[in-house]
């Protein structure tokens, strides 16, 4: 699988590049800026995108913007964002179109390299990767007043924050050491709840829930 | 050696006296002239601005009026000692002929002006001429005593001065012993000079009380500034002291043991390196907020607007956003405004028992006027110590303002104004 990651910092970019291709990722290149970020991305095809949200020269969102252009031009290119902090509002721009392939993570996931590595993965194959922080800040909001997330059990709501996060059944199960069985349950009960169409496509799944969740009252 | 300090003195207070007069009589013949020209044509040049030409000429004439005054204040100075602040407000460099007339016409100082003009042309214009004539009219009694009396007389009619009738040498003596008399005021000549030069500053210099005020605004402000900044810089080492400073100290150490135990107890190690990375994680958390507090990153990256709409999302109340702004404003003015909004919300979510809030930003006329709407029970005040009171404190700085309307019942409505030309 190729990658093209760009981060200015040069101790996490060293860090990145070893990390995935200890896991037999190819690293197509190893940017530092947003201009080389967007001619990597045009150019190379890669299989996903890890990016750094703030890039040289205006240290601003360079790295967030490249990644949405590019995906603009090549809708479904798998980006997976990466920040020191983590907005809702940048969460909902990467979700915007509703395709999918989506990450947006904080740095400090990378301390976890099984799971920044399943992330990756999961966003190259058409998935989504949500920060847990993204997925509470959207549950606090979410939860004052609304009718629906409030029928919802303590468990379901665990589920719920997983599936969300983009996790799939399997996942969420081995996380929660239940069943698969029992997490469908729980999907379909909080579909219900949510009044969602069930669907079997895990992806569609994680969408529809982040679309619930990010609609504005 | 007294004597001659004496005469000395006498020497230099006739010198004064001497030019006083002359002084005197240069002014006479200049404000009179000068004055109506300047008030006719700024006249004439402002009440055809409505017809357009006027747009192009007046900042030529408003122009030459402040040189004018300008002359005047440096004369006031050089000859009298009066002190007479210029105080025009900058004129924008590259404004085109419209925007230079609105700015000239919106300053006090230009309306100051016009007001010295009329008053220079009458008041200042008798003061001056005053002081001329204290000094040559005694003079002229001593003249025609002398003799000047006879060609004065040969014109016809006869010649008064003063009272006196001059007609024969007798009559041109009693005009010389009356100049003698008013010889004794002639001392008078540069008090009158400075007394027009004090009239000039009172009509001409800004006022003092309106100065004083700002001084006073200014002082308090730039006090309060600094005692915030203090107190933020405090709380920040307090922070980072008690926090990621300490998180790192037993990360180091959870290293070193590890290194201790990795080949006797590589469990115990496992574990350690475990908690280890938390402390990491942990410190990261910590300094998120923490820079969070001192610049929030959204705000660096996207501006004020989005950041405001990053933290409306935040908050467990439906939030309208709307941002009507051109470009960015300063740095400084983007915080401030950013940690005012944060403070307002923080206490309509807390007190208000709002479940909708708006919040309107937008920039006219060099100013940020932001509105912070709540549907809440009301009853806001600005009392001492509250946030609210915090937030005008922190506006302070930069001339900004706040009002708060908020009737018990609701709705609650914040409103802040900050100039950022």
């Known amino acids: ?217 | 050696m007294t004597i001659e300090t004496r005469n000395g003195s006498w020497g230099t207070r006739a010198r004064g006296i001497g030019l006083a007069a002359v002084r005197g009589l240069a002014l006479t013949l200049v404000t009179l002239p000068g004055a109506l020209l300047g008030f006719t044509l700024s006249l004439v040049s402002i009440s055809l601005v409505p017809v357009g030409i006027g747009v192009f000429t007046t900042p030529w004439v408003l122009t030459g009026v402040r040189a004018f005054a300008d002359w005047r204040r440096v004369l006031a100075a050089e000859w009298c000692g009066v002190r007479i602040p210029s105080a025009y407000r900058p004129i924008p460099e590259n404004a085109n002929a419209w925007a230079r007339t609105y700015a000239m016409l919106l300053d006090p100082a230009t309306w100051r002006d016009l007001r010295w003009l009329q008053v220079d042309m009458t008041a200042g214009f008798v003061t001056a001429l005053l002081s001329a004539v204290l000094v040559f009219y005694p003079l002229e009694g001593l003249a025609v005593a002398a003799g000047l009396w006879r060609p004065l007389t040969e014109l016809g009619g006869g010649y008064w001065y003063g009272f006196v009738h001059v007609t024969d040498q007798t009559s041109a003596l009693l005009a010389g012993a009356l100049g003698i008399a008013l010889l004794g005021l002639v001392p008078l000549a540069p008090r009158l000079l400075t007394a027009h030069f004090r009239l000039t500053r009172a009509v001409l210099g800004a006022g003092q009380g309106e100065l004083a005020e700002r001084v006073r605004v200014l002082t308090e402000t730039r006090r309060d500034a600094v005692d915030t900044s203090a107190a933020e810089l405090r709380r920040i080492e307090r922070d980072l002291h008690d926090g990621a400073q300490a998180r790192l100290v037993a990360m180091g150490m959870d290293l070193g043991t590890i290194e201790m135990l990795l080949d006797k107890d590589p469990a115990q190690a496992k574990r350690l390196l475990a908690q280890a990375r938390q402390s990491s994680a942990d410190a990261l958390t910590e300094l998120r907020d923490l820079v969070r507090g001192i610049h929030p990153p959204v705000l660096a990256e996207r501006g004020l607007g989005d950041a405001v709409r990053a933290l409306a999302l935040r908050l467990p109340v439906a939030t309208e956003v709307t941002v009507e702004l051109e470009g960015r404003p300063d740095a400084p003015v983007e915080s401030a405004a950013y940690f005012a909004v944060s403070e307002v919300l923080t206490n309509a979510v807390k007190h208000s028992g709002a479940d909708r809030i708006w919040i309107d930003l937008h920039q006219t006329e060099g100013m940020l006027r932001i509105s912070v709407t709540d549907n809440g029970r009301g009853g806001a005040l600005i009392t001492a110590g509250s946030g609210l009171a915090g937030v005008e404190r922190r506006l302070g700085t930069f001339d900004g303002v706040l009002a708060v309307g908020s009737p018990a019942g609701g709705p609650t409505m914040v409103t802040m104004e900050i100039p950022c030309a």
């Open chain 1, 1 to 217: 699988m190729r990658v093209v990651l760009a981060e200015d910092l040069f101790l996490l970019r060293d860090g990145l590049v070893r990390l995935l291709q200890a896991h037999d990722f190819e690293i197509a290149a190893a940017v530092e800026s947003g201009p080389e970020l967007a001619r990597a991305l045009a150019e190379l095809e890669p299989d996903v995108a890890v990016v750094d949200v703030r890039l040289p020269p205006t240290h601003t969102d360079e790295g967030l913007q490249c990644a949405l252009n590019a995906r603009r031009d090549r809708p479904g290119l798998p980006v997976l964002v990466l920040s020191q902090h983590v907005e809702q509002l940048y969460a909902r721009e990467l979700l915007a179109d509703g395709t999918g392939g989506v990450g947006y993570l904080l740095k400090d996931r990378v301390f976890d390299a099984e799971q920044f590595v399943d992330a990756v993965r999961r966003v190259a194959a058409g998935g989504t990767a949500m920060d847990p922080q993204v997925i509470q800040q959207l549950l606090t909001r979410r939860a004052a007043g609304d009718q629906p997330l409030a029928r919802i059990t303590p468990r379901e709501r665990e589920v719920l924050e997983l599936m969300a996060q983009g996790r799939s059944n399997a996942a969420i199960a081995a996380k929660l050491v239940v069943t698969e069985r029992a997490i469908a349950k729980h999907t379909a009960n909080i579909f219900t709840k949510l009044g969602l169409e069930v669907s079997d496509d895990d992806n569609r799944r994680v969408l529809a829930v982040l679309a619930y969740l990010d609609q504005d009252r």
